[in-house]
């Protein structure tokens, strides 16, 4: 009985082992066996590109006995790796607040000052929503630019873009307010909206595919943790601005955070890492991508997240005028958004953790999570189904219901990244990296598309019904979307675990010692 330990090339560090390097260039690796009665001995070789890896094996002892050794060598992202991943994580994490306060910041007092330069209340609906509008049109560009431009190179300038549009954005209030100049006033405010969100859709494209490069056993988790800064941004972004409002202005609000964008940039040059291999990439793989869509299970997620971010957005124009039975000082009101927000931030991470455990849990999470969005919508009116109860409004009831709908809605979304790239990658094979910039984008455009579509559906079913009635409808359209992911589920197969999602060669968070397996013979 002979025993052969063969190794399958990725870059990775052992977990039981040190590395060194002989004065030959050659790198050689020792492992600790506290199990055997031999030791190991492992020589690397540099092969073009590619190492490989012979062990060579001696052992004690006497008799017919016969073992084998298997190497692992896959250290956890969180023990092995945890500064440089912190780092680039924190840079995301910032990249996507900032994007998502880009929206928020403006809306406690924007109307206002729009108003007086002679904006109609429609004119200013439309200024808010062409930023997710353009986010929906120009993400799969962005996505497909990637395989060109790079992923850090690509981050740094929606940074730019963003930053200084934001800046411009609040110089407009030196225009002349007077009423024959209102039409310059608007172009320039559509000019700069659609700048700022051309530099968000860049950004947050760049900064998924970061995710499902450098983080591809823990993508989920970090793709919560960007999830929760979009929930921090809708936290603090109106508080933020309604304070700097109030201290300096329409210019002040504008003027600091573009600046905290553009000084951000060093930050993001330091902490992201460099792809090179994105520009050897065939542009053939970007014409490719789109052979997803015959993937029923990317199809369906994308629904999803659309259905989400409308649910999630449908509220905005909404839920003011129904809070309004309660008489609520302002600081109660604020409570309210606060606890939307709270309860995503506070769950998203911890969904992705599970997503990440356990991959075959994606589409239940999701269903869970439309389940209860669905619950909630019936229960913030509440629903007339509810008869009696319906008649009987109580605010700590909408209260309930609406920390309910934020802790939800990260069920139903942060999944669906997941489960699009493990549908894609072939059970875990892996996938290239222009196909995962595709799905960056893809996301970016389903959510942005849901973003924009969510306020004009809430306030078109609140006009012809009720607020009641309406968040109803909503409900109904939930628990269409949870039967269709069970009918998914039990149609398709669930995932194995994956290996590497995606292959990046000079990643610098990657082990260099990736898989082994033992074959006795």
Not at 122 to 142: D, E, K, M, N, Y
Not at 391 to 418: I, R, T
Request: glycine share 10%; net charge neutral; proline share 5%.
């Amino acid at each position: 009985m002979s025993s052969s330990v063969q190794y399958t090339e990725l870059p990775c560090s052992t977990s039981n082992g040190s590395l060194d390097r002989r004065e030959d260039g050659e790198r050689v690796v020792h492992f600790d066996d506290t199990t055997s009665s031999g030791s190991e001995t492992a020589d690397l070789g540099q092969t073009g590109d590619r190492e490989s890896l012979q062990l060579l094996t001696t052992r004690g002892g006497g008799g017919g006995g016969a073992t084998s050794s298997t190497v692992t060598g896959v250290k956890s992202f969180w023990t092995s790796t945890a500064k440089q991943g912190r780092l680039i994580l924190f840079s995301l994490f910032l990249v996507q607040l900032t994007d998502t306060m880009c929206i928020s910041i403006m809306i406690p007092f924007f109307p206002k000052e729009a108003e007086v330069k002679g904006l109609s209340a429609q004119t200013i609906g439309w200024v808010f929503a062409v930023f997710p509008l353009v986010r929906f049109l120009f993400s799969p560009l962005c996505g497909q630019m990637l395989t060109k431009v790079g992923c850090k190179k690509m981050v740094v300038f929606g940074q730019a873009f963003t930053g200084c549009s934001a800046i411009a954005f609040g110089l407009l209030d030196y225009l002349d307010s007077s009423p024959g100049h209102s039409l310059l006033y608007t172009l320039l405010c559509f000019l700069f909206r659609i700048l700022t969100a051309l530099g968000s859709a860049a950004g947050s494209t760049a900064g998924y595919t970061i995710v499902s490069i450098e983080f591809k056993e823990n993508y989920s988790q970090c793709y919560g943790i960007l999830q929760s800064a979009i929930g921090l941004g809708v936290i603090i972004g109106p508080a933020v601005g309604g304070l700097l409002y109030a201290g300096g202005g329409f210019v002040m609000p504008f003027a600091v955070l573009g600046s905290v964008i553009l000084v951000s940039v060093p930050l993001t040059l330091y902490c992201l890492p460099s792809h090179q291999e994105v520009h050897r990439e065939s542009s053939l793989d970007c014409s490719k991508s789109w052979r997803i869509f015959r993937n029923a299970v990317v199809i369906v997620m994308g629904m999803s997240i659309i259905n989400a971010a409308i649910i999630w957005s449908s509220l905005q124009p909404t839920l003011e005028p129904h809070l309004r039975q309660f008489q609520l000082n302002p600081a109660l009101l604020g409570l309210v958004y606060f606890m939307i927000g709270a309860m995503y931030v506070i769950f998203s991470p911890i969904v992705g953790w599970i997503a990440d455990k356990r991959p075959s849990s994606a589409l239940p999470l999701v269903t869970v999570g439309f389940v209860l969005t669905s619950l909630c919508l019936l229960l913030i009116g509440p629903s007339p189904i509810f008869g009696a109860i319906a008649d009987n409004k109580k605010f700590w009831l909408s209260l309930v219901s609406l920390a309910g709908l934020g802790m939800a809605a990260s069920f139903a979304v942060v999944p669906c990244y997941n489960k699009i790239l493990e549908a894609v990658g072939d059970n875990g094979t892996g996938i290239s990296f222009a196909l995962s910039s595709f799905i960056a984008g893809y996301y970016n455009s389903c959510w942005s598309f849901g973003e924009f579509s969510g306020p004009l559906v809430g306030a078109v079913l609140v006009e012809f019904s009720s607020f009641a009635l309406a968040n109803s409808i909503l409900a109904v359209l939930c628990l269409v979307s949870a039967v269709v992911i069970v009918i998914l589920h039990f149609f398709n197969p669930p995932p194995m675990r994956r290996k590497s999602s995606v292959v990046s060669s000079d990643s610098p968070i990657r082990s260099d010692l990736n898989h082994v397996e033992t074959i006795e013979e």
